[in-house]
């Protein structure tokens, strides 16, 4: 009972430690997961530019969460980390490093 009790008063959301399992020149695709008991929260991956001062979120619908981001500049690192948000209040797992490929070069046109 006890155990129980502590579950749904605490809120310190558990998340892991995402990986970057694709990448291509302007997207990247993010795995991880994280466990939260109450209702109304949000979860997903936060992202910058390394070294960046502010993340951008992007929630996603299970907490076992694949998300591929695109849109994202070629052949830059990015700072990734999944989170949950819970009245307002953002909390952060660890974040990773994960690089966009380079642009292809254009084939050449022997025409």
């Avoid at 970057?20 to 008991?37: F, M, P």
């Avoid at 660890?94 to 025409?111: F, L, M, Q, R, S």
Wanted: hydrophobic content about 30%; charged content about 15%.
């Amino acid at each position: 009972m006890n155990v129980l009790m502590n579950i749904f008063r605490n809120n310190i959301a558990e998340i892991g430690t995402p990986t970057c399992t694709g990448h291509t020149a302007n997207s990247l695709t993010i795995t991880g997961s994280v466990k939260w008991y109450k209702d109304s929260a949000t979860y997903g991956i936060a992202y910058r530019v390394k070294g960046g001062s502010s993340w951008s979120h992007v929630a996603d619908s299970s907490q076992d969460i694949t998300i591929t981001k695109t849109g994202l500049s070629a052949e830059t690192t990015y700072e990734v980390c999944l989170y949950v948000k819970y009245q307002g209040v953002y909390q952060y797992g660890t974040a990773i490093e994960a690089t966009t490929d380079a642009v292809a070069p254009a084939p050449e046109n022997n025409g």
